[in-house]
C-alpha cells in the first residue's frame, strides 16, 4: 500500500510562484511513477505532469510546459511540482498520485493510488 499527502497549496497572486510537495509513505516509492494531476471546479481532473521512477524523464501538459516542473528525491520519498508564473486558469485541486510500474503515463485510470488533494488558488 502507498500513502501519499499533499502539501504546499495556497493563494497565491497571478504571475507568483508555488511549490507542491507530495510525501509518500509505503512499500516501494523509489521504484514508482508519480503524477500530478489537478481539478478545477465543475471540470474532469487533468494531467498535469509526470515523473518516472528515476527522474529522468518527464512530461508535461500543454498548458503548464515551460512553467511547471516536476521532481523527485527517492532519499526522501517525495515528489515536488514548482509552478511558476502562474495563471487565473491554473487554480484547482492538485493531486498526487502513484503507479507501481517505472514508467510515466498520462492517463487517471494508469495510477491506482491517489492522495487527498491540495488547493491552489490563483488570483488576478
Known amino acids: 500500500q502507498v500513502e501519499l499527502v499533499e502539501s504546499g497549496g495556497r493563494l497565491v497572486q497571478a504571475g507568483e510562484s508555488l511549490r507542491l510537495s507530495c510525501a509518500a509513505s509505503?512499500?516501494?516509492?523509489?521504484?514508482?511513477?508519480k503524477g500530478w494531476f489537478r481539478q478545477a471546479p465543475g471540470k474532469e481532473r487533468e494531467f498535469v505532469a509526470g515523473?518516472?521512477?528515476?527522474?529522468?524523464?518527464?512530461t508535461y501538459a500543454d498548458s503548464v510546459k515551460g512553467r511547471f516542473s516536476i521532481s523527485r528525491d527517492n532519499a526522501q520519498a517525495t515528489v515536488y511540482l514548482d509552478m511558476n508564473s502562474l495563471k487565473v486558469e491554473d487554480t484547482g485541486v492538485y493531486f498526487c498520485?502513484?503507479?507501481?510500474?517505472?514508467?510515466?503515463?498520462?492517463?487517471?485510470?494508469?495510477?491506482?493510488?491517489w492522495g487527498q488533494g491540495t488547493q491552489v488558488t490563483v488570483s488576478s
Open positions: 515523473i518516472n521512477w528515476n527522474g529522468d524523464t518527464t
Open positions: 509505503g512499500r516501494a516509492f523509489s521504484t514508482y511513477a
Open positions: 498520485a502513484a503507479r507501481d510500474g517505472g514508467s510515466v503515463y498520462r492517463g487517471r485510470v494508469d495510477y491506482p493510488y
